[in-house]
């Protein structure tokens, strides 16, 4: 069987949405993971799993979630001096600054406005509400509420890797998947928001 290790920010200091939900570990816990994941498992590369002639018992895979630039500063580098593969699951729509993180967002307005939770309750949008809340519902809020800065949001839940960033380690052993675009919930949307 394959096992998935999934991490998301590996950094120093860590923001408020990281702590709450312990999306971050520090460089120094990431290394001691990886120094345990390779002495209990045999790390492959994506590669290795689309290969059907491949046997995975005891296989693991290092993964990353939404493309923080923790993981693309601090631990890329680790996993190249160690000659870890890795696979990055990207919100390519955060990285363009396009769209603030949606998770990050729906989390802010939920500790920080009493109109938001108003607005969820009444439309009957289910706790927690960054996995239920749908983009139709969030335009309607914000048709008459103002939505915090992409800044502010990115200061409460973290930075993203640039463009730059993901250049940068194309060709390194570094694999890139699709996490949705903004980072919106599958369950959560109709086919045509999908």
Known sequence: HLTIFMFHDVSYESTTLQ???SLSVTPDQFIAQLEWIKRNFIIQSPIELSNQQSNLNGSAIITFDDGYLGAFR?????LKKLKIPSLIFLNIGHINKSKPFISGLVTYLTYNSKEFINFCEENK??????LYITPAQLKEYSQDNELPSYEEIEKYSGKFASME???EWENENVF????????W???SLNQEEF
Do not use: Q, S, T
């Open 19 to 21: 702590r709450k939900y």
């Open 176 to 183: 890139y998947g699709n996490h949705l675009y903004e980072h």
């Open 125 to 130: 949008v289910k706790k927690p509400f960054y």
């Open 74 to 78: 601090n631990a890329l580098p680790i």
């Open 185 to 187: 919930n599958y369950f």
């Open 165 to 167: 960033d993901l250049n």
